[in-house]
């Protein structure tokens, strides 16, 4: 469509900038404090002045069109800019406000990404973090979120994306379980076990596609969600292939076969080019990554004497 304007309004410029980060009109009116079909009003006046289509309804809420996105990033400054005059005259200059909105696998979210945020919110008052855990990965055209952590290598595309690190899985049973069932002595003898992961027909992650990996064991307990995983092992209901940050802090569980089995896959850490501007998920970047470099033998708990390293995945 062609311009109707050569005026752009400021204030559409950052109403485009909160939808595009909640993906809900309602939600960014909320944010806002308008009404959502002054969203809705003002969103279309701001497409009329540029002369493009920025937004489009998708399963997942409203989404940003190519060019729709290139607009997001270079009006992106406009926010932190209006923040710092409004801290200005609030006497509260140097302090970093907003809301920043973080996605990742459940485990890791609860185990690192929860431990990160917090500290960033006791330092930073005027900061307020949403986290979302689930181990499906982000879609690259999802809106809502300025940050997530995926499981796999960083792959380029629309947001910036970085190696977060490294975390191994291996093998855990609980000690009834392996009181009452048969001796493992090699990879050979887990033909007569079961195996607990996740459930193979919701498995969204390329990954953590690794049952197969363990040739005759039949899973005889699957869950979406790792902290369940865990649970049912230590409950004895098989031997769980679990993440080592979980398992090894459970006093009821022993790893098996940790010289033949231990998985490496990786952490990605993919933030919105918009976001890249705002103070606030600076910080909490800073913090995932302090948070990760102080408990990385946690995530990666040195090989054992004998070890054959990565043997699945």
């Given at each position: 469509m062609p311009p109707h304007s050569d005026e752009v309004n400021t204030d559409d410029l950052r109403l485009l900038l909160t939808l595009a980060r909640t993906g809900r009109m309602v939600a960014a009116a909320?944010?806002?404090?308008?009404?959502?079909?002054?969203?809705?009003?003002?969103?279309?006046?701001?497409?009329?002045?540029l002369g493009a289509t920025l937004v489009e309804h998708g399963?997942?809420?409203?989404?940003?069109?190519?060019?729709?996105?290139?607009?997001?990033?270079?009006?992106?400054?406009?926010?932190?800019?209006?923040?710092?005059?409004?801290?200005a005259v609030a006497g509260e200059e140097g302090a970093v406000h907003g809301t920043v909105r973080i996605a990742a696998p459940d485990g890791f979210g609860v185990s690192f990404v929860t431990a990160a945020v917090s500290d960033v919110v006791v330092h930073h008052p005027g900061i307020t973090v949403e986290l979302v855990t689930s181990t499906r990965p982000l879609s690259p055209r999802a809106p809502g979120y300025d940050m997530s952590v995926n499981v796999g290598v960083p792959r380029p595309g629309w947001v910036d994306t970085e190696l977060l690190t490294q975390y191994a899985l291996g093998l855990y049973a609980s000690r009834?379980?392996?009181?009452?069932?048969?001796?493992?002595?090699?990879?050979?003898?887990?033909?007569?076990?079961?195996?607990?992961?996740?459930?193979?027909?919701?498995?969204?992650?390329?990954?953590?596609?690794?049952?197969?990996?363990?040739a005759g064991m039949r899973v005889g307990l699957s869950c979406t969600n790792v902290a369940a995983q865990v649970e049912a092992t230590r409950?004895?209901?098989?031997?769980?292939?679990?993440?080592?940050?979980?398992?090894?802090?459970?006093?009821?569980?022993?790893?098996?076969?940790?010289?033949?089995?231990?998985?490496?896959?990786?952490?990605?850490?993919?933030?919105?080019?918009d976001s890249l501007a705002v103070e606030a998920v600076r910080l909490v970047r800073a913090a995932l990554h302090r948070e990760i470099a102080k408990r990385r033998h946690e995530l990666v708990p040195p090989p054992r004497p004998g070890g054959v390293g990565r043997v699945a995945g």
């Open positions: 909320a944010v806002l404090g308008i009404d959502h079909t002054t969203v809705r009003r003002r969103l279309r006046r701001l497409e009329s002045s399963s997942d809420g409203w989404v940003l069109t190519d060019i729709g996105r290139v607009v997001v990033e270079r009006s992106a400054p406009l926010e932190h800019v209006v923040q710092r005059v409004r801290d009834d379980y392996l009181a009452r069932s048969p001796r493992i002595t090699g990879t050979e003898d887990l033909a007569e076990h079961r195996l607990i992961f996740y459930v193979d027909s919701h498995l969204t992650v390329a990954e953590l596609d690794l049952a197969r990996s363990f409950r004895g209901a098989g031997i769980g292939l679990l993440p080592c940050f979980l398992a090894e802090v459970e006093p009821d569980l022993e790893r098996v076969l940790p010289e033949q089995v231990r998985v490496l896959l990786d952490f990605s850490l993919n933030v919105r080019r």
